[in-house]
C-alpha cells in the first residue's frame, strides 16, 4: 500500500497535551520513504515526544491526549481500529539507551518473528536471525556467542542487537531516540554507518542532540522549538542556509 503522493508519513495538526500542558503545537511534516530524517533542537522542545507520536508510545501516559493526524500508508494510525500491536511491529523503535531483553542474543533478535509468527521453521527462524544480525552488522562479532545473553555484549554491541530485534520483524519505518547519546565515539560510528545502509531499507526518524550527527546521517532535518518545528527542510540547507534566524543561531551554539 503505497503512500498518497510520495510520503511515507504525513502529519497533520498534530497537538500533544498532557492534563492541561500543551507540549506540541499544530505539528505538520512529511517524511518521504528511505531517507533519514533528524529531528533536532533543545532539550525539552518536544522531539521525543514528538518521535513518540508516530508509534503510539504516549498512548500509555496517562492523561496523554493528542489531536490531528498521523498519516502512514494513506492510514491514520490514530483512527479507532488500529491495532497498537501491529502498528509497533510496522514502525519499531529504537532507545536512546540500549535495552536487551534478559534473554539470548539469539532470542532476543527471534522473539518479535515469534511474536508475530513470521516463521514456519526452525531453519527459517535462524535464517532471519542470521540476516537480522548481518544487517545490524553484528552477525560476525556474535555468531560464537548466540545463547549468551544479550546484556553480556558492550554498549555499541547492545545497541546494534536493538537495531536488529527492530528489523527482525521488517518494520517499515524505524525511530531512534538519540541511539548514540550512551555510546563512545567508535560504537557511535558504527551506528552511522549502519543507520546510512538502513535507510535503503526503511524510512528512519532519528531524535539527536549532535548537530554534526544530524548533519552526516540525514537527508531532511526539523528543527524543533518550544513544541513547534520552526524549519523543516533538506539537511544541508538547514545546516548551510537556514531560512530563519532562530534555526542559525541553535545551529551555531548561541543557545541550546
Sequence with gaps: MNAVGNEKI????LNLYYGDKQALFDVDLDVTPNTVTALIGPSGCGKSTFLRCLNRMNDTIENCKIDGEVIIDSRNI????????????RVGMVFQKPN??????????A????????????????????????RAG???????????????????QQQRLCIARTIAVSPDVILMD????????????KIETLIDELKQNFTIVIVTHSMQQAARVSQKTAFFHLGKIVEY??????????????????????YG
Design 78 to 89: 490514530y483512527a479507532n481500529d488500529v491495532d497498537v500491536v501491529q502498528l509497533r511491529s
Design 111 to 134: 522473539y518479535g518473528p515469534r511474536l508475530h509468527s513470521l516463521t514456519k521453521t526452525k531453519a527459517e527462524l535462524n535464517q532471519l536471525v542470521e540476516q537480522s544480525l548481518r
Design 178 to 189: 538519540e541511539p548514540c547519546s550512551a555510546l563512545d565515539p567508535i560504537a557511535t560510528a
Design 233 to 254: 527542510n533538506d539537511t544541508d540547507i538547514i545546516f548551510t542556509n537556514p531560512k530563519y534566524q532562530q534555526t542559525q543561531d541553535y545551529i551555531t551554539g548561541r
Design 138 to 156: 553484528l552477525w560476525d562479532e556474535v555468531k560464537d556467542r548466540l545463547e549468551e545473553p544479550g546484556t553480556s555484549l558492550s554498549g555499541g
Design 10 to 13: 504525513k502529519i497533520r495538526k
Design 100 to 109: 536487551p531483553f534478559p534473554k539470548s542474543i539469539y532470542d532476543n533478535v
